[in-house]
């Protein structure tokens, strides 16, 4: 815990009253913040509330983080990203919300003046009260102690009566306590079931996609919210070896007419891969991926159909995520989930793009070796394996909100393996929510299309032929709660994702009502 000096006549009182609240398991300071020096020997956990509603919303998240990094604020944890509608002043632009965990050495007045130094930097001035702003930076916690002074309180006095708050705020947290500091976060509410109580009596997840506020994730200059119907991603190999069309559309031509068709079939997101990642698959290098994508990326850019539409960009190289997006994609899709280039995810953090994290053991040549294929309880190991490297993409600044889940269907996976993969989505979502809700929130990808575990089962060694098993696959995992599903056949698994999607819109009404 940090050791806080203070300087004058009430120093004294102020020691012995703060010992006495250490017992408890808290602290509180009150004091003038001109009155005081503080002194730090340890890092505080603290939470920081982000809002923006002026001018390029995103830049001025980015700007602002970047600032808070560099002054001494190290982020941990991102919550979701909310577009919301305008509180108390109601006649201005929606604002985009969320909120970082970090550790920090810093005092919280002296905290408190770097986040004002920020929003200045970035352009705030004074203003209407709770109207228009670039950035607003607020202090939600600071470690363990209750914040008293002339210009500040903390934890932040309007929490609980704000979802725009509230919702970030819990995306930080687990259902799990972390320790002890998150617990006296949870005690500050007053709420004998704590924080999450709280959530609850405010409305909880049944705020989230209505209209005054939407969970987000910034794709291709917009903001996709993926709750409202699942996604459908057309896959476009342009490999001579993939396991079911490989050689298909290696010229330029075929594949921007692949494209073309997988688009007016109703895909919204195009997958373009350059390298094959079936079993035993050989590595090709950067220079021949790159020699295979970036004729065909440049041309799929160009056509008229691909606006709207985001393109997807499946490598696990670095230089390859680099040049792609550079040339026009708008997202990564990593089967290693970094593992395969470690320099992956400080890359895609500086691209600014929503990143595929995949779970999958040892390469494409050993996946499915006998040890790759061991798992206690396939759900939670998939679960705890995928969320360790999502963790590790977030330190290294990729935040939740361009984070999306897959939970690797074929890859280090058994046939049993698979059906427990696929029904078995909640129960993925709820053990990364012990760790972290923000985390659980992500999107979930599926890519089940025509694949081994499916021929097993519907006695089709042909891959060409699973296109019946592929449609009721990705039935069950749209079902299960996937929210984007990766196939060849976009045709057919389009119809059974709108009648999912239906079906799913009348469970929920009936809940609601």
Not at 6 to 35: D, E, M, Q, W
Not at 131 to 154: A, H
Not at 175 to 187: F, G, L, M, P, R
Not at 285 to 298: D, K, M, Q, Y
Request: with cysteine.
């Amino acid at each position: 815990m940090s050791i806080l000096k203070y300087l004058g006549a009430r120093r004294n009182r102020l020691y012995a009253a703060r010992n006495y609240l250490k017992v408890l398991g808290f602290s509180s300071i009150h004091t003038a913040p001109n009155s005081s020096v503080e002194l730090h020997t340890q890092d505080e956990e603290v939470v920081i509330a982000l809002g923006s509603n002026v001018g390029d919303r995103l830049h001025n998240f980015k700007e602002a983080l970047t600032l808070m990094r560099k002054s001494g604020i190290h982020i941990t944890r991102h919550a979701s990203l909310y577009e919301t509608a305008p509180a108390y002043v109601t006649d201005q632009p929606r604002f985009l919300n969320s909120a970082v965990r970090a550790v920090t050495k810093l005092g919280p007045h002296a905290l408190l003046s770097v986040l004002k130094g920020i929003e200045k930097d970035l352009g705030r001035t004074d203003g209407i009260r709770y109207g228009p702003r670039p950035i607003d930076l607020d202090i939600l916690f600071y470690g363990k102690f209750r914040v008293r002074s002339d210009i500040l309180t903390v934890p932040h006095e309007r929490i609980w009566e704000r979802p725009f708050v509230m919702a970030p705020l819990m995306d930080l947290l687990g259902t799990s306590i972390d320790n002890d500091t998150v617990a006296s976060w949870h005690s500050f509410s007053g709420h004998s079931g704590g924080l999450a109580s709280l959530w609850e009596k405010l409305g909880g997840e049944s705020l989230i996609g209505e209209e005054g506020m939407c969970r987000v994730m910034p794709v291709a200059n917009g903001l996709l919210d993926w709750s409202r119907r699942t996604l459908v991603m057309g896959i476009l190999n342009l490999t001579p070896d993939s396991f079911s069309d490989g050689g298909n559309f290696q010229s330029v031509e075929s594949a921007v007419s692949q494209a073309r068709l997988m688009i007016s079939e109703g895909a919204d997101i195009i997958d373009i891969g350059a390298q094959s990642t079936r079993p035993m698959a050989s590595r090709i290098s950067v220079e021949e991926e790159l020699g295979r994508l970036i004729p065909v990326l440049e041309a799929v850019m160009l056509i008229p159909e691909v606006e709207g539409k985001v393109i997807s960009v499946d490598t696990f190289y670095s230089e390859v995520a680099l040049e792609a997006v550079r040339r026009g994609a708008h997202l990564i899709n990593d089967v290693s989930a970094g593992k395969l280039d470690t320099n992956m995810f400080k890359v895609v953090a500086d691209l600014d793009v929503p990143y595929v994290a995949m779970h999958m053991r040892g390469d494409p040549c050993t996946m499915q070796n006998s040890e790759n294929l061991k798992y206690d309880n396939v759900c939670k190991d998939i679960s705890s394996e995928l969320y360790s490297r999502v963790k590790e993409a977030e330190m290294s600044g990729i935040p939740a909100w361009r984070i999306i889940m897959d939970p690797g269907l074929g890859f280090s996976k058994k046939t049993e393996d698979n059906l427990e993969v696929l029904t078995g989505i909640p129960d993925i979502r709820a053990e990364i929510s012990k760790r972290s809700l923000a985390i659980s929130h992500a999107p979930i990808l599926i890519g089940p299309s025509r694949k081994r575990f499916l021929g097993d089962i519907c006695s089709r060694p042909s891959a060409v032929e699973r296109d019946p098993a592929t449609i009721a696959s990705v039935t069950a995992g749209v079902l299960c709660g996937a929210n984007i599903v990766r196939v060849h056949n976009v045709k057919d698994n389009i119809d059974a994702v709108k009648l999912c999607n239906a079906i799913q819109k009348q469970r929920s009404s009936r809940i609601k009502f």
